[in-house]
């Protein structure tokens, strides 16, 4: 009875997900996959009024290939602060805020969600309540019809007593659009860019870049450096395959990145999310032109030279990412 339930619970949430539904194929080989009660929040000064907020052990892990918590931060300009993520549970929006106060008594006057996903978002309701929150169009549009989906969903991948339960819907007040970005005076120079490219993991992907202090927030599309891959599991790969490369292009060389769950790197440090993608494609492609069908493609396409210890990589690879490069690819006949 409770495998039946898991798995209808599964089928509903791979239909909001565009999920395969295989039980077996759609569980990471841990839940959760990292552990909402137990993560300790650090700050990280990264400029005069710019700051990332990360996991505490994303310096000794990321780079074993260890999933990691969510990481965020926030900007204190003249007029006040502008947080970036607001994370899954209460314990680490209340370690979030605390982190804030530490350094700045200026209001929190907007909150920017990178994703709907409910680690980048789930705490909005804590806000005060004249904080202005920021999303993509598609992920205020996602989060309004399926907020309850989208906390099974992440109750299915973190776990139950993790405070996601208590998660409520709070609207947000400004939206981007697709291929359209926002400016953000916060006051003293500091001008946030608030970029809605696309599909890069998700539709409800939103880039956030300060360019006076070159600090990008890359979300869930760049998770983190070497040995981690994307987690395109969402149901597209060539949406996201463009829009990975467009926002690296974006880049200058010397810019600070913080990843959606990895510790602060460099353009250097992501492109093994791009390069992941680009071999990707291009051996689907040529299974496609083979004539191979997505099994014979899953057993060829083994990637061993990126599966460097991620604990998520088959799970992401073989269930996720290969499909639904095979999935795009093969109905767009790529040449
Ligand atoms: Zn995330």
């Known amino acids: 009875?409770?495998?039946?339930?898991?798995?209808?619970?599964?089928?509903?949430?791979?239909?909001?997900?565009?999920?395969?539904?295989?039980?077996?194929?759609?569980?990471?080989?841990?839940?959760?996959?990292?552990?909402?009660?137990?993560?300790?929040?650090?700050?990280?000064?990264?400029?005069?009024?710019?700051?990332?907020?990360?996991?505490?052990?994303?310096?000794?892990?990321?780079?074993?290939?260890?999933?990691?918590?969510?990481?965020?931060?926030?900007?204190?300009?003249?007029?006040?602060?502008?947080?970036?993520?607001?994370?899954?549970?209460?314990?680490?929006?209340?370690?979030?805020?605390?982190?804030?106060?530490?350094?700045?008594?200026?209001?929190?006057?907007?909150?920017?969600?990178?994703s709907d996903h409910g680690d980048h978002c789930f705490t909005n309701y804590l806000l005060p309540p004249a904080t202005i929150i920021i999303q993509n169009d598609f992920a205020k549009e996602n989060l309004a019809k399926n907020f309850e989906n989208i906390k099974q969903f992440m109750i299915m991948l973190f776990g139950k007593g993790r405070g996601i339960e208590e998660a409520r819907y709070r609207a947000a007040d400004i939206t981007i659009a697709k291929n359209d970005k926002l400016k953000v005076d916060l006051g003293g120079g500091k001008v946030v860019e608030l970029i809605n490219t696309g599909t890069a993991q998700?539709?409800?992907?939103?880039?956030?870049?300060?360019?006076?202090?070159?600090?990008?927030?890359?979300?869930?599309?760049?998770?983190?450096?070497?040995?981690?891959?994307?987690?395109?599991?969402?149901?597209?790969?060539?949406?996201?395959?463009?829009?990975?490369?467009?926002m690296y292009d974006l880049l200058p060389d010397d810019a600070i990145v913080i990843p959606g769950h990895g510790r602060i790197t460099t353009k250097a440090g992501i492109k093994y999310t791009i390069d992941y993608v680009q071999s990707l494609r291009q051996q689907v492609t040529a299974a496609i032109q083979k004539g191979q069908t997505l099994e014979q493609a899953k057993r060829t396409i083994t990637m061993k030279e990126y599966d460097k210890g991620y604990v998520l990589f088959n799970w992401l690879h073989f269930n996720f990412n290969l499909p639904n490069a095979y999935k795009d690819i093969s109905g767009n006949k790529e040449k």
């Open 1 to 114: 009875m409770k495998k039946q339930l898991t798995m209808t619970a599964i089928i509903c949430i791979s239909i909001i997900f565009h999920l395969p539904v295989a039980a077996q194929d759609a569980l990471p080989p841990q839940v959760p996959i990292w552990d909402g009660n137990t993560v300790e929040l650090k700050l990280h000064k990264l400029a005069d009024g710019v700051y990332a907020i990360q996991p505490s052990t994303v310096e000794t892990e990321t780079t074993k290939g260890i999933p990691q918590a969510t990481s965020g931060g926030f900007i204190v300009g003249e007029k006040g602060v502008m947080i970036i993520e607001c994370f899954l549970n209460k314990k680490l929006y209340d370690q979030e805020i605390k982190l804030i106060r530490s350094v700045t008594d200026k209001p929190i006057l907007y909150a920017v969600n990178t």
């Open 202 to 246: 998700s539709p409800a992907d939103l880039f956030v870049w300060l360019p006076s202090s070159k600090v990008f927030w890359a979300g869930n599309p760049f998770i983190a450096e070497s040995p981690t891959i994307p987690w395109l599991f969402d149901g597209y790969f060539l949406e996201p395959a463009d829009n990975l490369k467009r």
